[in-house]
């Protein structure tokens, strides 16, 4: 029964930050490539950021470079993303998922998914 779980959504004005927050069965922290993504109401699901757990190698979707960052807790086995300067067009579902390589972002390859945890950013 081992899942991802996800926490750390809401709603903030604009301008605002959340930090979400993903926990991890170890065998899908080791070793694995892990992303956020996104998916507003009648868009396509999409990456925001990713991280290759065992390095700490980074990625980011232009759509939040230098307003996003992901980051892990070793000990806790947990992912983050934490989102500053919130705007309006980053309400959405976000989801964290397990990938076994950080060479794509097509969400047909994601191995585990987590259940989704909602943002609304108000202006």
């Known amino acids: 029964q081992a899942k991802l779980e996800e926490s750390g959504g809401g709603s903030v004005q604009a301008g605002g930050s959340l930090r979400l927050s993903c926990k991890a069965p170890?065998?899908?922290?080791?070793?694995?490539?892990m992303m956020w993504f996104r998916q507003a109401p009648g868009a396509e699901r999409e990456r925001v950021a990713t991280?290759?757990?065992?390095?700490?190698?980074?990625g980011y979707a232009d759509s939040g470079k230098g307003r996003f960052t992901i980051s892990q807790n070793n000990a806790e086995k947990t992912v983050y993303l934490r989102m500053t300067s919130l705007k309006p067009v980053d309400a959405a579902m976000y989801y964290c998922?397990?990938?076994?390589?950080?060479?794509?972002?097509?969400?047909?390859?994601?191995?585990?998914w987590g259940q989704g945890i909602q943002v609304i950013v108000s202006s």
């Open positions: 991280i290759r757990t065992v390095s700490g190698n980074t």
């Open positions: 998922a397990v990938l076994e390589t950080c060479a794509t972002a097509d969400p047909s390859r994601v191995r585990y």
């Open positions: 170890e065998v899908y922290f080791s070793d694995n490539c």
